[in-house]
Nanobody, 122 residues
């Protein structure tokens, strides 16, 4: 079992930056693939980025490529999402997710955090 707690959300102006953090419990964090998803008001949750347990593999949604960077620090049981050049359409609740079943490459994650709100003003 993994528990995930996101932080770092807030209000930022268009073009600004934020870094989200997701702290994970459990001694086996380094064996989990990690991901970030988001859900905007009135929309379905969508994939943002993912990183393999080994850090070798990362993937991004087309809408955030070149602007967002996912990273992890296994020593701190933490995964990050650096978000630059933010746009109003990035406004959403951002969720951290973890997977140890191998489904993460298909967007399937086992564990989810409660989310942190990011609001980008025009």
């Amino acid at each position: 079992q993994v528990q995930l707690v996101e932080s770092g959300g807030g209000l930022v102006q268009t073009g600004g930056s934020l870094r989200l953090s997701c702290a994970a419990s459990g001694r086996t964090f380094s064996s989990y693939a990690m991901g970030w998803f988001r859900q905007a008001p009135g929309k379905e949750r969508e994939f943002v980025a993912a990183i393999s347990w080994s850090v070798i593999s990362t993937s991004y949604a087309d809408s955030v490529k070149g602007r967002f960077t996912i990273s992890r620090d296994n020593a701190k049981n933490t995964v990050y999402l650096q978000m630059n050049s933010l746009r109003p359409e990035d406004t959403a609740i951002y969720y951290c997710a973890a997977d140890n079943s191998g489904g993460w490459r298909r967007g399937l994650f086992e564990y989810w955090g409660q989310g942190t709100l990011v609001t980008v003003s025009e």
